[in-house]
């Protein structure tokens, strides 16, 4: 069984940063696309960032304010934050599309989220 375990959500005040990572663990040979996403209250979830296992990245959002990146040997996810914003407000989840294990692939898991808070 693989599971991700997030961390490094907190509450942090307008303009502050915040570094987010997710591991996952169990029997694994492989992983696909680890990605971000967020969802704030009454709104749906929505990415933020993907990394491919050739590292090529992409953000939802252009400005350059988040930096994704992965450690394949610790089969981790980072999300680094910078000059965090009030509607970066969300519980974030982690995501892997898919993860090859010893005797089989696992598809689409999620962390539980983190909550990450910004005060204005």
């Known amino acids: 069984q693989v599971q991700l375990v997030e961390s490094g959500g907190g509450l942090v005040q307008a303009g502050g940063s915040l570094i987010l990572s997710c591991a996952a663990s169990g029997s694994i040979l492989s992983i696909g696309t680890m990605g971000w996403y967020r969802q704030a209250p009454g709104k749906q979830r929505e990415v933020v960032a993907t990394i491919g296992n050739t590292g090529s990245v992409r953000y939802a959002d252009a400005k350059g304010r988040f930096t994704i990146s992965r450690d394949d040997a610790k089969n981790t996810v980072y999300l680094q934050m910078n000059s965090l914003k009030p509607e970066d407000t969300a519980v974030y989840y982690c995501?892997?599309?898919?993860?090859?294990?010893?005797?089989?692939?696992?598809?689409?898991?999620w962390g539980q989220g983190t909550q990450v808070t910004v005060s204005s």
């Open positions: 995501n892997i599309d898919r993860v090859r294990a010893p005797s089989r692939f696992m598809l689409d898991l």
